[in-house]
């Protein structure tokens, strides 16, 4: 019955900024790993950030960390995903998804229950 919804994709210029949202409802008063996945033609669903909504628990993957900062609005049900810097190679459908678990140290090969539709963004020139 969780239901995940993202926004926020747009097409933008190469150093650019931009904050993707996912909206979460329909969930339970416990404790969830929630996670930015982005995938991009023809390449592999890579594991972007994750977050556990009951502990101050962050992780990124190495290439990005610097760059891009996931956080959360309790009050709001939302997860964000602020981008800066961007570049081309950032050009993906980004996904949020979520599981009833703590995250882990594998939390981006994980299999999670929750999806959203994703967002797209581009990252040109």
């Known amino acids: 019955q969780v239901q995940l919804v993202e926004s926020g994709g747009e097409s933008v210029q190469a150093g650019g900024s931009l904050r993707l949202s996912c909206v979460a409802s329909?969930?339970?008063?416990?404790?969830?790993?929630m996670v930015w996945f982005r995938q991009a033609p023809g390449r592999e669903r890579e594991g972007v950030a994750a977050?556990?909504?009951?502990?101050?628990?962050?992780y990124y993957a190495d290439s990005l960390k610097g760059r891009f900062t996931i956080s959360q609005d309790k009050a709001k049900n939302t997860l964000y995903l602020e981008m800066n810097n961007l570049k081309p190679e950032d050009t993906a459908m980004y996904y949020c998804?979520?599981?009833?678990?703590?995250?882990?140290?594998?939390?981006?090969?994980?299999?999670?229950?929750?999806w959203g539709q994703g967002t797209q963004v581009t990252v040109s020139s």
């Open positions: 998804a979520a599981d009833t678990i703590a995250c882990g140290t594998n939390w981006a090969e994980y299999e999670y229950s929750y």
């Open positions: 329909g969930y339970t008063a416990i404790d969830y790993c």
């Open positions: 977050l556990d909504t009951g502990r101050p628990t962050r």
